[in-house]
């Protein structure tokens, strides 16, 4: 298997897919980026990197970010942070408040809106500075100094956050978060406006193929608590489409809305994939048909 | 690794849990089942069995007949039967009709009762005999000529099944039964009421943990759809708490109110646990806790 | 004041409205039905009738059924049902399960189809035959001994009930039916398909107008218990549109898919209108603005 | 009959269910209210003006501001704002965000909280200062130039307010708010915070039993006007008790959480009851119950 090969047949079976969807244009910069972009690249757990296409252009990570806020934050505080999010799948589109008010102020799930709205909440009370915190993570794993936070991106999220400060109201109504609405929700722009490219990602997110060690050899989770993130990224990663996403492409999986998607094959490798035009459940077309392809090739699965 | 020491020293470990949760009583032939029963058998891929406790003594195997249907009308028919249920997680109790109308009539998943009759519905179709159809696959996956159907179970859950009837009659106002309501009723109740013993599930799953090879060493299904069984296994096997079961066991897992659990780590074995008594979300508190330790002790784990 | 009058202007102006709309063909008999009939009776607390266009051809009652039901079943036992059904608007289209499953099997209102069954039941466990009850009570008020059940729309409406089979299954699951399911379904499906003219419901419901006092002179109803059918029938009587049709109409009404609509202006007059297209929320289109039109031109309204 | 031996006795008669219920705790300064307090005042249409209890005492009228912000849109823009709301009733407790969130912006009716902040922010947009107009409406109709906001309040609420301001961003996602969210709760909460006694509200209510003729003989609203906003508040006025009131109390009504109701007799009178402890559905148990017996005393309903 000669894994450069796969990765350049599959830039090229998939490009007549990415003018299926459509780019998120809810914030401006984001509907700028070119739809028919797509890269892809395989992180190995022993330290070979693949990569594939627009594999090193930088594009928002956004949800993708609550991956990394959530390590972070096992990796101070264990398993606390599990009194004030569940962790089964929602069973509903992303960003509904239904389920909030219904289990009364406490999110589903930490990667659906409301529930990172908490991981990022406690972050910030741990470290003071949250998406600080998260872009030091990124930097570190990933090798490149200069993973910056997109100012612009930000500053566009909280011009049109009404619904994610109607949820962080709805929390604190709940008495669910523990700093200032108008805080926690600068710290949730923020991280989710990093910019980073596939490369980026894929050794980023390696920590998860690995059990959980970092990037310097050092363990940043405990295999237990990495075997754990790597489950709800199963179970919640991909919005109401989870169940979708185990069955064609049977990885845990985080996406999000400027079309990325990291996936784990723990104890092999970590992927990253990016195509900005989206299904109607929010996750990269291209990019969801680009992972079917590598398992169907590799063979990697975890069923 | 003395398989045979971990299963001992599971059942020595969980035995005072068999008094938590309540054993399931809406029919009397089920509540009569004694609490502090307790059993474990693994069957490995390669053949050998080890079992524990009361492994070898039968119960009313109820919602873990699902996979064995889904499993059959999957290998007649490979995939039509996804344009008449979803395969996402539920996210709300397990026999709740809300998202049955809310999605016109396409249950969540296969494995949620609303689910589970339109894939008997279908296997009705196919084979005559849904029940029949079901105690055949069994009977030559265990090994067992004498699993049979508990008439006096599958009787009372017809005098207990309005609510079973109302979600038919709800699913046949769609257009999403080609069966009377009443034959698909009857053989839904009929497949949930196979008595079997740990060692006998244990075995009749393992062609999950074969990529589909069946006892005789012939395909029954193809790794790829074997592979997607187990996928669905894990984001909707167990009612609400799908999450919290990757979460703490980590594998794809099956329960049923009669207090079984399957569970499989593809490429090496297949577990059934069964202790009668259930926790609020419909899964046996001793079974799950025995997994959990199994999983801590072997290591075995899918992430 | 010329009511004459008022009902011809009324029928030449609904005319064509009669083309908006669809006539509910759920079952074939309904289907049949020319959309243009359009007619219009006002019976006086007093005696004297008039009426307009089609208004002495017969229609199937459907729904508008309900309110003599309950008037019944209140005659006979006061104000027990109110411990098998509330009496609050739905707040969603008017046979969804939702609320009833939320709620344990307790129907928000007597006029929803799941409360217009545990009223039949009880009326069944009163009479004996619920059905001939209500044709009893419709033959006496109308003075019209041929008031009758059409057999063929009842069959029909058996053959199409897979809907009301799973309400009323799911009411039996909660406890919340008296007779077996079978015959509470026959017997709702019998009272809905009463044939009568505007000019016989109009005259049926008289009563409602009068305080409770039958067309013999004797009361049916107290005052207090006339008082809040009425109440029962502005707030829940036409769907998920009753507050609309307060608005508009500002009088106590049922409807009923066959397109008829009963409206009361207590103390003062019955009012029956005819039209089989139905709007949106299942409410006829011409009836709805032949209401609107009597009201603003007589100035009765209860507000 | 002498209205005022009518309302002594009411008085005696409710006094012992004033325990019963708890006062409104939300914020301090309304948990400190006495909950034996007790209050009625009827404002008969022609003038007259009968009172009992702590009628002249001064509390905070909360969600019956929302009565009168709606008329005074209506008087400026007659029908415009049904685009922004509707007028069905909620079906759903009161400050629910499903029905919000399912209705894609549209509140349900002007008199659940989401309901009435659109209304308030058609009115600060009409007028420039929400609050200072309603407030202006109540001095010249209850002819008390001393109504007055209580800051205390309006500031409390404002604090406490992070429910009300979830629902406020979720409006403003969806496009349904003309002005800055924060300027929008201010005026509501300013509005809510008006402090009246029975006989200020009554009499400011009186309008709408005069066909909408203001206290100074001019029409402040038209006849169809006031007709209609009692049509909103017979099946929208108390929340998800709104079927419940019409059946025992047979009047347009609308309450607050102060422990006030304002009802109407349309062409009679309209009467305010106060009493602050409230029943589960957030209306006043006390005040309940004597609006019941002054309608059978009185044998005044619309029904």
Known sequence: MDMQEILDEIVAHVAPLCLQGEVASY???????????????????????FGAGDWQKPFSIQSISKVFSLALVMSYDYDSIWKRVFREP???????????????????????????????????????DAAASVRGLLRQESGNPEVEIDALVAASEADHGHRNASMAHLLASYGNLENPVDEVLDSYFKQCALAMSCEDLAKASRFLARHGVAAGGTPFLSPNQSKRV????????????????AYRVGLPGKSGVGGGIVAIVPGRCSIT??????????????????LDEFTAKTGWSIF
């Open 27 to 49: 914030i401006p910069s984001l509907g700028e980026v070119s739809p028919d972009s797509f890269g892809i690249c395989v992180a190995m757990a022993d330290g070979e990197v």
């Open 90 to 128: 929602s069973g509903t589109p992303f960003n509904s408040m239904v389920q909030l008010e219904a289990d009364r102020g406490i999110p589903r799930n930490p990667f659906i809106n409301a529930g990172a709205l908490v991981v990022t909440d406690r972050l910030l009370s741990i470290t003071g």
């Open 230 to 245: 790597n489950a709800v990224m199963l179970t919640c990663g991909t919005y109401d489409a989870a169940g979708e996403f």
């Open 273 to 290: 994939v990016w195509g900005p035009a989206l299904g109607p459940n929010g996750n990269s077309v291209a990019g969801i048909a680009a």
